[in-house]
């Protein structure tokens, strides 16, 4: 499926503001592809606790002004 026909989630269209693959941040941050997919493709994902800990320490090495709630509908 072509990249632009993809609803990406709010997470997903900051990862392509940034120009970051979504590999490279899966492995950065430690996880799944699965996991990484979800938060990526899936408007309405919540990710539990562990998993936005670990998209929050990753995104705030790259910019550190983000919050948690600029990324997920929580």
């Known amino acids: 499926m072509n990249k ?4 990406r989630s709010t997470f ?4 392509d503001s940034q120009g970051i693959k979504q590999e490279d ?4 941050s430690d996880l799944s592809r699965s996991t990484m ?3 990526c493709n899936d ?3 919540i990710p ?4 936005m800990q670990k998209v929050l320490h990753t995104v ?7 919050k948690i ?3 997920f509908k929580i």
């Open 43 to 45: 408007k309405e994902y």
């Open 4 to 7: 632009q026909m993809k609803t």
């Open 60 to 66: 705030q090495e790259i910019d550190s002004r983000k």
């Open 25 to 28: 941040f899966m492995k950065k």
């Open 37 to 39: 997919s979800k938060l």
């Open 12 to 15: 997903g269209k900051w990862l």
């Open 48 to 51: 539990c606790t562990k998993v």
């Open 69 to 71: 709630t600029d990324l």
